[in-house]
Structure formats: structure tokens, C-alpha cells
């Protein structure tokens, strides 16, 4: 295996699972809304992950 693809997994995941985590703690959307972008994340991988913060999250307060 070659070590570049194997540290583009492993950051891969580590998005994947930040990305995870923010979906589940959002409010803005129901069961049904994380759901479906739990799947977008999943399937779509890094570009799901940037779907998400740019369009999923909404407005966040600070």
C-alpha cells in the first residue's frame, strides 16, 4: 500500500467522523434531514463533507 493514499484514508476518516458528529449535534434538521445527510457525507465522501458545511448547517450563532 502506498503510504500518500493511505494518509489520504486516514484523513479522509477523521473528516468523515467530525463531519459525523456535526450532523448528529445539529438542531436545524430532524431525524429524517441527518439522516439523509449522513448519507450525502457517506457517499459523496470529502466533497459530502463540504456539502455539508457549506449548505447543511445553516446559520451558526457564535
Known amino acids: 500500500m502506498d503510504p500518500i493514499s ?3 484514508g486516514i ?3 477523521i473528516i468523515f ?4 458528529v456535526s450532523i448528529v449535534k445539529s438542531n ?3 431525524v429524517l434531514g441527518k439522516f439523509v445527510w449522513i448519507l450525502v457525507a457517506f457517499f459523496l465522501s ?3 463533507s ?3 458545511l457549506v449548505f447543511g ?3 451558526v450563532r457564535r
Do not use: E
Open 17 to 20: 467522523i467530525i463531519t459525523l
Open 50 to 52: 463540504i456539502l455539508w
Open 6 to 8: 493511505f494518509s489520504f
Open 57 to 59: 448547517r445553516g446559520k
Open 28 to 30: 436545524n434538521h430532524g
Open 46 to 48: 470529502i466533497l459530502g
Open 11 to 13: 484523513v479522509g476518516l
